[in-house]
């Protein structure tokens, strides 16, 4: 009988899924794997250490993560154990942030030998079969996030939950219980009048108004906590009549909205819990064990924060490894090149490799020594706006937006721009997939609720582990193991700022902290020799070899890693502030205040009081939920917690937006009511003529329109008078340019309007700026000026000197010429709208009018500070 081999299946052999059951421990497992021609044939010694530990102390933790940096086997560490694990009968889930990285996890399960499935994508496609292995504890389940934090997970059997990249968790976690409302939908502008007069009409003209040159879309309010209860039903109805993904994700929050945080900005509304409330998700709380891989787990609490643990084990980095890294990189800091040369939308053309491209300065050099460029950038129109200005034409533009493919286009390719927004983590171009890597701006802001804490709220401490894990991670995009390298441009004022603080430097890992050191130097070079420097990089040639290797060892020895301030003490805090959160999603608002009063009772740091501040604010509006009529204990801690709350937000306005105190009025800060007073002055004196005032405006607003220095600050004094100060310019050499005086409240403004937007704000002038207000008060004949006051450097100029900003002082700022324009046409819309309600009405009467107008105008004193200070030249 002859057999037709063609149609007969080759045999296999017979196996055990369960062959290496019994090993003793992830380490011991190792060893009895089965070998392939793929697989790793050792352990490195910080991973067996690694193993060893969990083995010894954390095998029935609930809650462990281990911190294995990027390159040193934080896959093979997580994949080992899962797979004991699954020998002792549990059932894994190993999840991953997205899709390509959980194909790259399989891939690496299968070159090891583990039995592994992939479960990503719609539940109703995925392999049944291979949903069976893994529902019968054959393989282990490798998936995304999105399949663990929804509403209906078909994963939910699991024994064991294993995190990869956790670092990276706070927006996939996050975004379950989060909905954005676009303003592009009905429910947009709906919602606020859902909230009826809870919201100042100034306010939502200004966040409805169509786009034009005098908007400002960096602004972001936080909608009162007690406005959101009160329209609830309201509330619901609007958004009930959403569709697709924002219905989906509304029904996750409906029955908890009061529970709810709402932001809205300009751009979108967004809702969501502080800190998701997994503690009632089945899914991921009942496994009995959630092990967290993380290649930086931050000592501030920000894993806990993100997944709403309360209590997460450690297994640290190895030291050895901290001070050896992954891989090489040479960072270039082009704008810091002698002369500065930066990306120009004016530049002529210039022909590369044949085509004809904008000339992108030093910048498009850089790049183009490449032919294969990642682009890192905060948001989707700076990658954008960056590829146009470098000439890449469309056909070499790759993304990650493809759920299938991700950025497999981009690594097969031979020449390309992989535009990459936001993805900090998630993606691996290690070898010759990509050497050249732009980091274009800071990345501080993911969402609405991390641009209120920033921009509004002032907490930058709070947010400093997340933005450090940001810039960590994305550095090491295309260095992911230790024989990697590539060269990393990084530009931007802010992120060159961030990168300058030297606490910054120093809570970075040793070898990070030595290739930055060693960028910053070599980047004041002349930005032609700076090109042949990163040439040199990519090549890893004899001049590499021989000069940067010694210097940059020499720099890892000298450097010492310490933590940031204050991290010790957000890290205690994650406990009280998680217990309070699932309080309020409980909506046990009694429990939920008293929490929050712990919270904020024990945050006592100078640097974390914005921060105490909103935690006061919320255990103030639970207790006015928590109460039963207006005498009730729960209200009368309502009203002392307000107090308090508005006693830490000094220096803001955001409270006072948010929940005013119940007597107060547009100016109850005292600053703002000398404010009031000096504008009452004027409009009954000087200022009381139509011409005068027309005049003085128009001069004004000519003045700061140009740049001319003596005019220019012309124009900042009589801005300041507008403003109810008493402005002027201070005598002598060296002294501010300006100086508004409110009594309780000084600043003073360095006007550098003359200086072309290219170049370094130099270390003289940040200098000279650090000692106008001591002179001011000695001018006075006080010790010092008012607590929080501020001076303010006004230029085109948005970089500054690396090393001036360590010694910046705190209360020194960097402002804009444009943002002082702005000003200046808000006050005279201000005095304009005064002017025709002020004619023969006595200033008792016109007192609480003229604040309003101010407040609704943001000319107040407490708003200017705000407007001017959004930017420290230090850092917080």
């Known amino acids: 009988m002859t057999i037709d081999d063609s149609k007969r299946p080759r045999p296999r052999f017979k196996r055990r899924t369960d062959a290496v ?164 939908l009905d429910q947009y502008e709906q919602l606020f009048d859902a909230l009826g007069d809870s919201v100042e009409p100034s306010f939502v003209a200004r966040m409805v108004a169509p786009e034009g040159p005098a908007t400002d879309s960096s602004e972001v309010r936080l909608i009162p906590v007690g406005a959101v209860a009160r329209h609830a039903e309201d509330i619901d109805r609007v958004l009930a009549g959403l569709n697709g993904d924002p219905m989906y994700r509304f029904r996750m929050l409906r029955e908890n909205l009061t529970s ?4 809205v900005s300009r751009r979108e509304f967004y809702i969501r819990p502080m800190i998701p409330p997994t503690f009632e998700h089945g899914p991921y709380t009942d496994p009995v064990q959630r092990l967290y891989l993380s290649a930086t787990l931050g000592d501030a609490g920000e894993l806990e924060r993100a997944f709403g643990r309360a209590d997460i084990k450690r297994v640290p980095v190895p030291p050895a490894w901290d001070r050896a890294g992954s891989g090489r990189r040479f960072f270039v800091f082009p704008e810091l090149a002698a002369p500065p040369i930066e990306i120009a939308e004016d530049a002529v053309d210039t022909e590369v490799d044949g085509e004809v491209r904008p000339d992108a300065g030093l910048v498009g050099d ?74 274009a701006g800071l990345p501080t802001a993911s969402h609405l609720q991390d641009r209120f ?41 802010d992120i060159l700022r961030f990168l300058s603080r030297t606490e910054v430097r120093k809570s970075l890992p040793i070898e990070l902290q030595a290739e930055i050191a060693f960028g910053l130097e070599q980047s004041q070079e002349p930005g032609d020799d700076l090109v042949y420097l990163a040439e040199s990089a990519l090549e890893q040639d004899q001049i590499w070899q021989e000069d940067a290797e010694p210097e940059l060892a020499k720099l890892r020895r000298e450097a010492t890693r310490e933590p940031q301030p204050n991290v010790a003490e957000l890290a205690a805090s994650t406990v009280r502030e998680v217990r309070a959160w699932t309080y309020a999603w409980q909506q046990d608002w009694e429990s939920a ?40 204990p729960a209200a009368l801690r309502s009203s002392e917690l307000l107090r308090r709350a508005h006693n830490a937000a000094v220096g803001t306005t955001w409270l006072k937006e948010v929940q005013p105190l119940p007597s107060a009025t547009y100016d109850s800060d005292p600053v703002d009511e000398k404010g009031v007073e000096g504008v009452l002055a004027l409009l009954s004196g000087r200022l009381s003529s139509s011409v005068k005032f027309e005049n003085q405006s128009a001069t004004m607003l000519a003045n700061l329109n140009q740049r001319e220095a003596t005019k220019y600050e012309q124009g900042v004094v009589a801005l300041g008078q507008l403003l109810g100060s008493e402005a002027f310019k201070p005598p002598g050499k ?37 000692t106008q207000l001591a002179s001011l008060a000695a001018d006075r004949g006080v010790e010092a000026p008012p607590a929080g006051s501020i001076s303010v450097v006004v230029s085109p100029r948005s970089v500054v000197d690396p090393d001036a900003v360590p010694i910046a002082g705190p209360h020194v700022y960097l402002s804009t010429p444009k943002l002082v324009l702005d000003i200046a046409h808000d006050a005279v819309r201000a005095w304009k709208e005064l002017r025709g309600m002020a004619k023969g009405v006595v200033g008792e009467v016109l007192h609480p009018t003229v ?17 001017l200070s959004r930017d420290p030249i230090r850092g917080a």
């Open 453 to 493: 804490l920033e921009t509004k709220l002032r907490a930058s401490e709070v947010l400093q582990e997340r933005i450090r894990t940001r810039v960590l991670q994305g550095a090491g995009r295309c260095t992911r193991g230790p024989k990697d390298w590539a060269v990393v441009v990084v530009v931007g004022e």
């Open 851 to 867: 604040a309003r107008i101010l407040w609704e105008h943001r000319v107040l004193p407490t708003q200017v500070r705000e407007r």
């Open 366 to 439: 850089l790049l183009d020594l490449a032919k294969k460029r990642l682009l890192l950038t905060p948001d989707g129109d700076s990658a954008t706006k960056i590829a146009d200005l470098l000439g890449v034409p469309a056909s070499e533009r790759f993304t990650a937006k493809d759920p299938d493919t991700g950025i497999q286009p981009f690594i097969d390719a031979d020449k390309g721009t992989l535009l990459a927004p936001s993805r900090y983590d998630g993606m691996d171009l290690a070898a010759d997939a990509c050497r050249m890597l732009l980091m």
């Open 21 to 184: 059951a019994g090993a003793a421990d992830p380490e011991t497992l190792f060893g009895e794997l089965p070998r392939t021609p793929k697989g790793v044939g050792a352990l490195w010694s910080h991973q067996a250490d690694q193993l060893r530990e969990y083995a010894n102390e954390h095998r029935d933790t609930p809650d462990v993560a281990l911190e294995l940096p990027t390159g040193s086997g934080k896959t093979l560490v997580g994949l080992l154990i899962s797979e004991w694990r699954r020998t002792l009968g549990q059932r894994v889930v190993y999840a991953c942030p997205t899709k390509q990285l959980a194909r790259q996890v399989l891939y690496k399960a299968q070159d090891q030998g583990i039995p592994a499935v992939l479960l990503i994508g719609r539940h109703r496609d995925w392999d049944q079969p291979e949903l069976a292995r893994y529902t019968r504890g054959e393989a282990i389940a490798i998936t995304v996030y999105s399949a663990i934090f929804n509403l209906n997970s078909h994963l939910s059997d699991a024994h064991t939950l294993v995190f990869d990249d956790a670092h990276a968790a706070e927006g996939f976690v996050a975004e379950a219980w989060a909905l954005n409302v676009r303003r592009r």
């Open 734 to 770: 060296g002294r501010a340019d300006a100086a508004w005086i409110w009594e309780a409240f000084w600043m003073t403004v360095e006007a550098k309007s003359e200086q072309d937007s290219e170049g370094l704000l130099s270390m003289e002038y940040v200098r000279q700026t650090n």
């Open 593 to 632: 205040a008293r929490t929050a009063v712990e919270v904020s009772d024990n945050l006592q740091a100078p640097g974390l009081r914005p921060y105490r501040a909103l935690w006061a604010y919320l255990g103030s509006a639970w207790s006015s939920l928590a109460s039963t009529d207006d005498a009730s």
């Open 260 to 263: 709810c945080l709402f932001y």
